[in-house]
């Protein structure tokens, strides 16, 4: 694919949760988001039941910070806002008031559940998502435990109208051999709708998509590789559907 990449998932933004420890890094991750030809980026720090998040007003400010700061550089990538939320029943609410953000100001939501919570919750909790009129980002499927021992459910959720994300070092094999082989299943069954970087820092966890994209139009043909990494990232953006 010759577009540039969109990264849905990523914990750029400085000091407000556990991802860049500071601006510093902030920019070195985006320096190489920009070398793995990524052009645009959704910011989406964690927002977790009883903890500070920080709210859509700090989140603007310090997107407006970075995109200064990469167009002061030249560096040629768009910012956008969000959140990764952790389920839990309030979180809509905190959407509805305006004290959280959805994907690029979309009708998408990123949502994450505990590796260890039992599938009929994670259905439950996506469904609640879709009821309040929400698009439902499942945040890296294959770490759910529930999910990655029956993979057939995930065809159970993609037919309730559920988008899937994976990480892209899963694909890649850098969370082990049994990930992987998880990951590359789905891809070949067609039940991935993003692959994003989930980047949390600049070295083990680096915003990293270009090795991984190359793989995914080598085994899976370009046209997927152009739709997991361009154009439905490019519809969340848009607010359309996939």
């Keep these: 694919m010759t577009d540039s990449y969109i990264d849905i998932h990523s914990h750029i933004l400085p000091q407000i949760d556990d991802g860049a420890e500071n601006f510093d890094m902030s920019m070195e991750m985006l320096r190489t988001a920009h070398e793995e030809n990524i052009g645009a980026v959704i910011l989406t720090p964690h927002y977790k039941p009883m903890h500070h998040n920080a709210g859509p007003e700090k989140i603007a400010a310090l997107k407006e910070k970075l995109q200064r700061e990469i167009d002061r550089e030249g560096l040629q990538i768009q910012l956008y806002h969000g959140n990764e939320f952790y389920y839990h029943s309030g979180i809509f609410q905190k959407l509805e008031e305006k004290k959280a953000c959805s994907l690029a100001g979309s009708s998408y939501v990123l949502i994450e559940f505990g590796p260890m919570e039992g599938f009929g919750y994670i259905r439950n909790g996506l469904y609640e998502a879709l009821s309040q009129g929400y698009r439902p980002i499942l945040a890296h499927v294959e770490r759910y435990t529930s999910i990655v021992k029956e993979p057939d459910r995930v065809g159970e959720l993609t037919g309730m109208g559920c988008c899937i994300q994976v990480n892209a070092g899963s694909i890649t094999g850098k969370f082990g051999f049994g990930t992987r082989q998880f990951a590359r299943r789905l891809l070949k069954e067609r039940l991935v709708h993003f692959v994003a970087t989930d980047a949390h820092n600049s070295t083990k966890r680096a915003p990293e998509l270009s090795e991984c ?26 607010d359309e559907y996939i």
């Design 213 to 238: 994209g190359r793989y995914i139009g080598r085994k899976y043909g370009e046209e997927y590789a152009f739709r997991l990494l361009y154009e439905n990232p490019m519809h969340v953006i848009r």
